[in-house]
């Protein structure tokens, strides 16, 4: 987009239409908008097949930046991008950052465990501290960061904000519902700026609170609370990269693509979607649900409904909401932000949502979707080391089973996005085939380092008190 002197400023809108238009930088910051909706670029950017073609051998931080900076424009120098793409991907334990094993015949898994907390969230909250943190910096701002946790996103954030000058993260976790693995991962932190409550209550207590303290709006602006769940925009833009690393791996653009997303939030998948707007040629992307299977029936029936969620092998996929998937919503419905609005209305009132036509056919032209149940998450976990000798996690196995049940062009590579290292899900992993995965030589002191961490009941005013304490922001502010 054009602006005065020719900067380049891409504008957001609202998924929702009635909130302000609103820069990168502010969407990052913001999370949701205001009316409710979620932020998407006013225009999709476009890369050429060529640019596409020039990625192949490049490391991958140079294409992060390749690709990042056309969402980002004047928003981020290109200098600062640089260096903070490389500092966030130096934090990953392999060189090729996203690397691609073979999992069977044209098969592959895309390996987007190899960061700090063994989880696909390192990938876009490593990035996104860094941007936050920069952008704050530059406006003398601080900020306090909130995040509810089933387990993945609480480790990824602590490990990406523990040595931010302007944020303080506080991370609510279900207390006695997560693995040993990912507690750890938050309460070992040593950083000042860290701080870890165990909530006596379930994850949906953990989230109601947080809702709560961003429906505060006293609170909120006492303690300057931002949020880095999976619906803010930075985090999408950051995973889109790892699509074009792997299609043009495999030859993309002159080959298309399909990808297998273990999809809880519609993150994850959302980015291949966004890679496919701005250039990438995707064959398929296959939704792949755990029972929690909202997402394959709303594309088999077109009803989206809501239903209680189950706990299952893969956690981090246990949703009863996908939250991204307005955001598909809105392109489905051409950018029409009245049609979204009366979804969501409907979705609000009775749990339910149908789709048009015209709308499920959009969707239905670029994904197909299925769902694996424990038994098959299982067996996947068991013939996947039986045949090639690699452990996987049960979130990425609930992708092989149903990507192996897809029909498919053989020559079409089809890549299996490899979400968490089975080590961060040991039980489930030895459970399903009797060996237990081990943690990655650089973690094999973890269960050795001291924990810390407060237990809160999950009270809304109580945890208040507790942030304001911790919050940097808040305590300036009160001295202000
Ligand atoms: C968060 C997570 C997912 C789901 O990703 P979404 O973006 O929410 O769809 C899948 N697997 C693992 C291991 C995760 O941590």
Redesign the pocket.
Known sequence: MARAQGRRWLRHISTRGEAPALGFTEVMLAGLARDGGLYVPETWPRLTHETIAGFAGRAYADVAVEVIRHFTGDAVGEADLATMAREAYATFRHPAVAPLAELGVNTFALELFHGPTL???DVAMQLLARLMDRALAARRERRTVVVATS???GGAAVEAFRDSSQIDVVVLFPHGRISDVQRRMMTTAKAANVHTIAIDGTFDDCQAIVKGMFNHPAFRERVRLSGVN?INWARIVAQTVYYFTAAVALGAPRRRIAFA?????????YAGYVAERIGLPIDRLVIATNVNDILARTLSTGTYELRDVVATS?P??D?QV?S?FERLLFDAYDRDAGAVRALMDSLAQSRRFSLTARALAFIRALFAAGRADEDEVAATIRTVRRETGTFV?P?TAVAIAVAGRESRDPSVPMVVLA??HAAKFPQAVEAACGERPPLPGWLSDLHQRPERVIALPADQSIVERFVAQASRAAQEGALA
């Open positions: 989880a696909f969230k387990g993945d996103t999976s997303v273990p999809t809880g939030n519609f993150g994850d998948i893969s981090s996929m949703i996908s991204n996690d979130h979400t968490a």
